[in-house]
């Protein structure tokens, strides 16, 4: 009956069922958040707002506050309803209405509540346990009888008489209970493994969140910098459109006008109109005194003008440009200029330096390598070169460094690479040995390198550092490398300047010397040049 009260008490007057999120108006009556919230919507149409329960009027839509109390009442029944749910043990003596039971008694085979408990008997053998129904796996299959040791030979639960006279006599035996204790300790000591495994999972995890943070701040941070100097970079195109644009109208507008000058200046001139009149006059004279006596004032005539006219010509020819047409080497050199001043700007927001003037030094090149004019390309060759033998020279393996080191800063250079033969390009300290086997770039712990041999019929594709190889998933689709160095971060990556772009691999170390581009070829065909 107390508990049909109960339950009646704990049951909203909306839905009729059991409390969810039980709520509390200012008039006192409990409601499941959910109906009370469906109820005022309904009454939002009317605009008259009041409780189901009792009808109280509210002038406003009522605000619903959370009863604290009532939820952990619902909370600790639904704990207590799922327990004895998941229990499913009533006690066997209850017979008129089910009761969950609290224990069950190994000796009785019966389960108890809490009123039948208390008056059980509790002689030693009455065993009680947790609530179960399973009474066979609590006795011995053969003798019938409570399972009370534990053997630790055979790891299995008997009884007295297999104890006794059984298949485990003479075994090392523990109680039960005190084998249940051991095991548990290394449970416990599992448990603690595992729970360190757990939290070192976790902070892995919470460690890969933040990374992954990081990685969407980042992208979010250089998407907008690099948005905005494209942007920046289309304004400064746009302007150095408009300034050459500028430029050639200027210079049309300068020629057509002296072109105008001249044409204007000239068409101004009636020198030649009034001398062909006067010379038309004498040729129709026909008193031949008069012509003669006329023909020696106008030889000075005839010969100044004749001068007159070269004057003229030459004139013109200084106002007008050769040709007549626009200083195009004026507005390449302008566009060029401009072209640089950009490119400049993006470099330096770039927080790198392009190596664009990388020289191999001939001082350490192998006498089987070749070396530009240029000192941009290495090949190999059969044919050895009269070279001193020095100490920065490489005298075992086919090789050259560059002719300058770097110690700081971000650098970047691009390399051209031949499909034939075999090659390495990479970095190298100073320090690292000329001769013999331990002089190979890739192969010590002085250089580190992108590599392409063969070896033993296979081909090898890697970066290497130590003589340890780093394979590589696929070849190269291009014959393009692009090296990016960063002294101070220790990072030396390599790509694949194929369309898109391939990061190849990034190797990460810190280094304690200067650095040395360093180059190597082999084999017929072999070539590397340094990019401009």
């Known amino acids: 009956m107390a508990s049909a009260d109960l339950r009646e008490e704990l049951t909203c007057p909306i839905c009729l069922s059991i409390y969810t999120d039980p709520v509390t108006l200012s008039c006192g009556h409990n409601f499941c958040l959910g109906c009370m919230e469906s109820v005022l919507g309904t009454q939002e149409e009317s605009g008259v707002y009041n409780c189901p329960e009792c009808r109280k009027r509210f002038s406003n839509r009522p605000k619903l506050q959370r009863n604290i109390a009532l939820c952990n009442v619902m909370k600790h029944l639904q704990i207590t309803q799922a327990e004895q749910k998941d229990n499913g043990v009533f006690c066997t003596y209850c017979i008129h209405s089910p009761v969950p039971a609290t224990k069950s008694c190994l000796h009785c085979e019966a389960s108890l509540c809490d009123a039948h408990l208390r008056v059980h008997n509790k002689s030693d053998e009455h065993v009680l346990t947790e609530p179960t129904t399973s009474w066979g796996n609590r006795k011995c299959s053969k003798h019938k009888k409570l ?60 460690s890969l969140q933040e990374h992954r943070r990081g990685v969407q701040e980042k992208t979010a941070g250089v998407t907008e910098r690099l948005t905005a100097l494209i942007r920046d970079i289309s304004k400064q195109l746009k302007y150095l459109e408009k300034r050459v644009l500028s430029d050639i109208a200027r210079q049309q507008k300068q020629v057509l ?26 040729y129709n004279m026909t008193d031949p005194l008069t012509i003669l006596q006329e023909q020696e004032s106008h030889r000075d005539y005839f010969c100044g003008a004749e001068k007159g006219d070269d004057e003229v010509t030459q004139r013109d020819d200084k106002l007008v440009p050769t040709g007549g047409d626009l200083d195009e080497d004026l507005i390449s050199v302008t566009l060029y200029r401009g072209l640089a001043d950009i490119v400049t700007d993006v470099k330096k927001l770039l927080y790198m330096q392009v190596e664009s003037d ?17 000192l941009k390309t290495v090949s190999w060759s059969h044919i050895r070169q009269k070279r001193p033998e020095t100490p920065e020279r490489f005298t075992y393996y086919p090789q ?25 390009v990479g970095v190298c300290y100073p ?46 689709s291009c014959d393009t490398v692009g090296i990016l160095l960063d002294y101070e971060a220790g ?42």
Request: net charge negative; glycine share 4%.
């Open 147 to 206: 399972l009370e040791y534990y053997c630790t030979e055979d790891t299995a639960c008997i009884c007295v008489s297999c104890s006794l006279a059984g298949e485990h006599r003479g075994h090392q035996l523990e109680l039960l209970n005190e084998a249940s204790e051991k095991k548990k300790e290394k449970l416990r000591d599992v448990l603690q493994k595992l729970t360190t495994k757990r939290e070192k999972t976790e902070k892995r995890v919470e």
């Open 257 to 282: 006008l002296t072109i105008s000058v001249l044409i204007q200046q000239l068409e101004k001139e009636d020198e030649v109109t009034r001398k062909m009149c006067h010379i038309e006059e004498l």
């Open 358 to 374: 990388i020289l191999l030094d001939i001082q350490t090149a192998e006498s089987n390598v070749i070396v530009s004019g240029d």
């Open 400 to 424: 050259v460094l560059s002719t300058r080191s770097v110690s700081s800063g971000r650098h970047y250079w691009e390399v051209q690479i031949s499909k034939s033969g075999e090659w390495r």
């Open 431 to 476: 320090s690292m040995g000329r001769a013999r086997c331990q002089s190979l770039v890739g192969d010590n712990n002085k250089s580190w390198s992108l590599c392409y041999y063969r070896s033993f019929g296979n081909t090898i594709f890697s970066v290497t550092h130590n003589n340890i190889d780093t394979s590589l998933d696929s070849p190269l």
């Open 491 to 532: 990072r030396l990556t390599f790509y694949e300047l194929c369309d898109p772009i391939r990061h190849l691999h990034t190797i990460t170390i810190t280094f304690t010397e200067p650095l040395h581009a360093a180059f190597y070829v082999y084999k017929d065909g072999a070539c590397v040049r340094i990019m401009h």
